[in-house]
Structures are given as structure tokens and as C-alpha cells.
């Protein structure tokens, strides 16, 4: 690959403990450090963060020649080493897991007894990091507050790299989407002067004056050569792939679509899972009858049926996939067509660099954007609620229609996603111009807590836990604690390929609204599956009530009584694993491994 503007990250790095990389998407990101393996070899060992678990196995098995990788996530990766403490030299994780190990509450062992917290803390923080779009972690689903998740989200990678500028360990952030307000308030006031940023655009551009006026005390650099490989890819884009604006629900655009399209492949993105699977289930037959593979890939299905969905969309030639934010980033995938409900800046341009991602092929491509309806509002309001700032969204695409078209019933727009334009012609960097700050600062409350998790070794486990449900509704990281649900056979011996076939992770607020999925008691009690001696078990566990009141120290305090029962001793051999809570196998495609509900 020759992609010269990683030659400046390269240099950045040998002087700067921060450095921001903002290159467009499909530019090599993901793979900085499997491509320069001295830069590596350099460093020593590295954890790499990505914003969701789906694409952590993928990153994992594309690097694993660069030597002792290993991952951290509720998965099974084949040919990969699990590492719970973050031991390898190239750890893959989760925002989540990294997290949780970084404040030393050790992910793998946060139902244990006793926690090696000393061990969790020590390994996650004296790693270089990588943090790769994690200002992508988004809920899937509505959610009451989206503001507050926001605040977590930033609040805890100004901390995170807080810490890593203090010891003088590198921080190295990568992405395409970065607005330029955002970028202060995810460094620390007082480390400014240890960051350099370098932007993958002309001199001149809009982009590049904001990023500078919105953080100036801030080294910031641009980088733009035509002679360098991914601009000769992309120079002429526009020339083939069209932006289309349609005022119609998602029904309408699909008929127009395929009636119109050869077989070709085809991404149509949704903002929910519930859109996603309602409409997976109802044109999935109608396109194999058509010779597509149809294939579903969301956040709320098992890892195995996400792994089969990959490596169809890896083999097919004939594709349409339905999916959500979960390959927004990451994912290295390449489709004809996108589809895609309307959503904010950063997610629209992470969803069109699944379009012509490694080159244009002397053919055209197409990027559909469904508002919703024919009225803006109302359109924006029934597919952004509760996951995306509305205005944010209507603001955006008053300005795309600006600079558009309008045809047979539809606007058509000639927007680069891939490469800012030296001219007035509109590019993924100028649109992210466009959104307006958001007023959300880091969170006092957390900012405190996460000073007490930094300085004091976590003593009464059950007390920190309930802590956390009681100030963070289970989680100092999003808007509600994560957990998972168990959908596989029990009263049973355990079998490996359980994990990954039966155990789909949800958050509280997924429960609290749809815990019909859930084999409770007659009285009203979650059952919770256990491992006990290689045997799979079900228990009664808490209330539902007390779960979604206290869902940590809840499972915390049911998990040391079951311990206690099959005479499990600390320290000793381990006889008791949880798998999740109990699922109804009435709401589970096992076929597609999703809920459904």
C-alpha cells in the first residue's frame, strides 16, 4: 500500500504522545500497525479499541500473521488467543472491555469473588492504545436520553487519554468522522501541547480552517498529494457514484431500486434492529427468488450467525445485506448499492465508504438516502428518535438539498464521501462543517467516580457494583449496563459452540422494554444460566424488578450465593460460569441467530 499520509503519522509519532489521524474511510486505518511493523515493533505492545464487538473478530483474524494477537470480547475467534488481561502484544477489545479492565474491574472476572484488579488496571494502562472511531459507540435501539450516552462516551476517552499523556505512552486515534468541535473536548486542557493531528485534505479546505480555529492550541497539519495511491483511486468519484434524496418510506425506495438494479450488491442500513429484522424478514424470500444471498447483520444476534453473514458478504457476488451501525466501522466490506435510512454526519459517511471501497471499476454506483416519508420532520423524527439528534439530522439534509437536484420525485446530489474536493463541490469533510457544537461537556459526576476507580483498588466488590447501579443505572460507560441472553439447550453438558451460537448481548434498557423475551418465574424471577462443573444449569435468580433497578450488584450478589451451593472455593478450581439470563426459544430465529420480538 502506498498511502502516503501514513508517512506522516509515522513522523507524528516520534514526537507527539497524541496523534489524531483523521483519513478517509477505507484509507488503512484499522491496519496502521499490521502495515508498519516497525512503528510496532517500536512500541512493544498495544491494546487496539474498536466501537463494537461485531467487528473485533474480523480485525483479529485479518492481523494475526504480525504475531501474538490476541482479543478481548463476549466472543470466539478461531486461531485467536483470548487474552481477558490484555497479555498479548496486539490486543484487540471492545470499548467496553477496555474500559471496564482500564478502571480495574476486570471484564472476565467482574462476577468472581475476588478480582485480579491490580492485574485488569496494571496491563490495560501501560499499553500504547489505539482508539479507532470509538466516538461511534451509539445504542441501537431508542433510548430515553441520547445526550447522556454522549456525555459518558466523551468523558471517559478524555480520561482515557488524560492517563496515557500523564506516563507518557502513546495515544494514537483514528478516524474519518471527527467534527472538528470535538476534538476538545475529548483531549485534556492541559495536554494540548502533546497532540498533533494530521488531516487527509487540501490546504485550503473549510475542514481544515475549522478544525484550526476550533483548536488552536493544538498542532494540526494537512496532508495532500495527488500522487498518492488512494487519491488516484478515488479523484474522479463523483464521476461515479450519485447521491440520491428520496421523501418516500423504505418500501418505495426498494421497489424503485430493485426493479431497476441488476444483480449486483446491495447494503440497506437501518438506524434500529427492530426496522431491520421487520424488513430482512419480509424481502429476504422475494430477492432469492430474484438469485440474491440476503444476509442480516445487527447488534442484537449471536456471534456465529454474524461470522456466516460476513463471510457471505465476503464470497457473494449477488448480495443484499440489511443491516445497522454495527458496519460502520471496521468492517472491510464492498458494496454497488446503499440504502440507507437518513441519519447524522458521521454515520452517513461511515455507511457510504462501504460503497466502491477499494476502487472504482469503470461502472456506477449508488448511495440512496430514505427520509421517511414526504414531510422532513415527521420523516426524521420516526427513524432518528431516541438514537440520533433530530435537528442535527434536519440540518443536514436542508443543506445536501441545497446542493442538489431535484428529479422524477427525487433529489440527486454529486457528493465525494471518500475525498474532500478542492472546489465548491460538496465533500464528506464539508458536511461535517455543517452540524452545530453540541453542548455537552464531560460529566463531573463521572469524571469523580472514574478519579476514585484510578487511585483506589476496588475493595467490597458488591459495594462498588451497587455504586455503579445506583449513580450510572449499571454502567459508567453508556446509558444502561450490558448484559446477555441464553437461548440454548440446559439440564445439559456444555459444548464450546454454545457461546457463540446461543448468547446475543443486550443492554437494561433492551430488557426494561421487552423482558417478554425472558423465561421468568411464575413470581416473576429472571432465570439465569450457569456452567456448573462443564454442565449447563438454570437457576432463579433476582426479581426482574430488582435486576433492572440494581443489575450488576443484583447478578453480583445471586452469582456469590451460587458459588457457595456447588461449594465452588476461591482461589481454587473455578466451578461456576454465567452464560446470561434465560430466553424464551419462542423469540429466537435460530436459523438467523437474532431475537425476535
Known sequence: MTRLAINKIIEALEEYNVVVGILPTGYGKSKFLFYNRKIFDDLGKVVHVLPLRSIVAKLAKDIKDIGDVGYQAGITVDEIDKT??????????????FLLNFYGIPVSEIWRSNWHSDVAFTLARFSHVVLDEVHLVTTLEPIDDVDEEFRKVITVINDVVEWYCNIGFKTIIFTATLYPWL????????????????????????????????NQEIKVENFWNEN?????KFKDYCEHVKTYIYFKNMDEVLAEVFNSSIKCRIAILFNSVKRCIEYFEKYKDKLQEKGFTTVIIHGKMTSEARSRAIDSIINESSLVLFGTQVIEAGIDIDFDILITEVAPPHSLIQRAGRIARYKLNNKHYEIHIVVGGDDLKSGVERLCKGIYDENEVITILKELMKNSQKLNGKFVANINWRLPEKDENIDFLKILCLTE???VEPSGEIQSFLAKLTHIRPGRKKALLKEI??????SFIRTSALTSIYFGPFLCQFKDYFLNKYVIPVDLDFIKRHHEVLDLSKEGNIKIIIIVDNNVQVENGPHIYKFLKYPLSSLYEFLSKIRVKYFEIEEEHIKVLPLGLLG???FFDEKWGYIRW
Do not use: C, M, W
Not at 447501579?469 to 449499571?474: I, L, N, Q, V
Open 84 to 97: 481477558p488481561f490484555f497479555t498479548s502484544k496486539y490486543t484487540v477489545a471492545t470499548f467496553d472491555s
Open 183 to 214: 476534538l476538545k473536548k475529548i483531549i485534556p486542557t492541559k495536554h494540548l501541547n502533546k497532540v498533533k493531528v494530521v488531516i487527509y485534505t487540501p490546504e485550503e479546505h473549510q475542514y481544515y480552517k475549522n478544525v484550526i480555529n476550533a
Open 437 to 439: 457544537e453540541v453542548k
Open 469 to 474: 447501579d445506583e449513580r450510572f443505572h449499571g
Open 228 to 232: 498518492d495511491e488512494f487519491y488516484k
Open 584 to 586: 424464551k426459544k419462542d
